[in-house]
């Protein structure tokens, strides 16, 4: 198996069902981001997710509250970024702060990979994507901005930012429909989806089509999970 290799700047995918490793995979992720210098941020949509990773030294967590201003290019001489949303802030108000976010970082054009954690709540339907997310997934490589996607519905998530993204990770999926969607994409995916094993990760490179399976096993994390 060749190395997972994070340090490409290119717009990755994560999809699976709810409870099936997405966030545990993406920590881990993270954790090799951080070892390699790269500077994230993590758009967290559970207040005790990927808390965690604060275990990492410099990283910097920032609480997210409905309504609250935020000096964006201020925080953004942190390298390390992690955004959880406290307790009253709704997925509305989230997605908002989150959006003008993405927004303030983007014309700063220095490097950063951008984690969206439930990806598919930015957009009202599959077929229209947030335009801030479609402007970063096709010219934010140019500013060496990365976008990484998490979705659990994979079918709500647009066609048009996963058509940008250069590899896929995808863990088991249990729902047949799911799998003919995928499959539009991946046209294998329902052979290799049936040799996937709890926790097992696929990756897909969509420009080759080749895949590798990342075993369970070998998703070591530094820090701990609390999803
Ligand atoms: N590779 C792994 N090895 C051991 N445990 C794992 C692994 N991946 C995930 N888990 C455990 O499985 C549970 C669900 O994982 P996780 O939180 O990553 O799911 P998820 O896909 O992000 O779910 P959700 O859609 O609800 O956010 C967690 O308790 C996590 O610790
Ligand atoms: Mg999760």
Redesign the pocket.
Known sequence: MSDLDVSQNVHRLIA?????????????LVEKLYAEKKPFILLD??TR?HIGLIGLKGVKLLKIRPGARYDWQKLLEYPYILCIPTLLTKTEDLVEQYTELIDAVYPVGKERTIIV??AHNYNKNAYAPSPVLELVAREGRGRQISLWF?T?RIQDFPKLLWSQCYYTYL?KFMIPQDVRYVEALIPNFNEINRKLD????LEYRHVSGEHQIIP??S???QTK???
């Open positions: 699976a069902p709810t409870g099936a490793g997405k966030s545990y995979f993406l920590g881990w949509t559970k997710n954690e439930e998490v659990q863990l709890r926790f097992d990760v369970a096993a998703v070591n994390r999970h609390y999803g």
